[in-house]
């Protein structure tokens, strides 16, 4: 069985900081899903990355793909309160079962 | 633009009590899939579809069932239900990008407590 492990679980930081979150897997996967989720509602796609080394920017998020495809970093920059949610991550490809980490809840203070 | 919809939002059963959890999409998606969330451990897979008459298991099967007869609708029918059953479960549908990866779209959820 495929597992991701995601950390930390959980984070407070202020406006306008800086912030790493980490998504790890003992296991190869062909391609990684970032998810955030607000309360009450379902997860949203945010990025899909699948080649190793990758990295992909959506404003000021910034997403990285591992080398080895095992493990993965969303950064948020000059963090805001509209960031607040759990941010989960997926792991599977093209006829494969996506499987999702336990997730990192965030929590962005005005 | 619904995209996923899952009804009811919020139920209560008693414990050996069924119910069925209904969940619609309207983007013509052959993938459809029925997830658990428990707080902790992420979201677990019940079971799944990939077309209308085909279903499989996920990684927790056990008490629910599925039935897949039109490309929109994908219920989930719990049989007896048992308070471990307690949870948030939400329907999935998704398309395949380029043979490579789903992009998955997830309904909003259904709050499941069973006493």
């Known amino acids: 069985t495929q597992l991701l492990e995601q950390s930390p679980q959980f984070l407070s930081i202020q406006e306008g900081e800086n912030l790493t979150v980490y998504c790890n897997s003992s296991?190869?996967?062909?391609?990684l899903q970032w998810y955030r989720q607000e309360p009450g509602e379902g997860p949203v796609l945010l990025v899909t990355?699948?080649?190793?080394?990758e990295v992909k920017k959506l404003k000021r998020l910034t997403f990285q793909f591992g080398d080895a495809r095992k493990d993965s970093s969303l950064h948020i920059t000059a963090a805001q309160p509209g960031d607040t949610g759990l941010y989960l991550c997926?792991?599977?490809?093209?006829?494969?079962?996506?499987?999702f980490g336990p997730g990192t809840r965030l929590s962005v203070l005005p | 633009n619904a995209g996923v919809t899952q009804t009811p939002k919020f139920q209560v059963l008693k414990t050996g009590q069924s119910m069925t959890l209904q969940c619609a999409q309207d983007?013509?998606?052959?993938?459809m899939s029925w997830y658990r969330q428990d707080p902790g451990m992420g979201l677990r897979l019940i079971h799944y579809?990939?077309?209308?008459?085909?279903?499989d298991q996920g990684e927790v099967p056990n008490g629910y069932n599925v039935s897949r007869s039109t490309t929109e609708d994908f219920p989930l029918r719990l049989l007896s239900a048992a308070p471990s059953q307690t949870s948030v479960y939400f329907c999935?549908?998704?398309?395949?990008?380029?043979?490579?990866?789903?992009?998955?779209?997830f309904g909003s959820g259904t709050r499941l407590t069973v006493v």
């Open positions: 999935a549908s998704s398309y395949s990008r380029g043979r490579t990866f789903h992009i998955y779209t």
């Open positions: 296991s190869v996967f062909s391609s």
């Open positions: 579809s990939v077309g209308a008459g085909i279903t």
């Open positions: 990355v699948v080649t190793g080394g």
């Open positions: 997926a792991g599977g490809g093209y006829g494969q079962n996506f499987v």
């Open positions: 983007m013509n998606h052959e993938y």
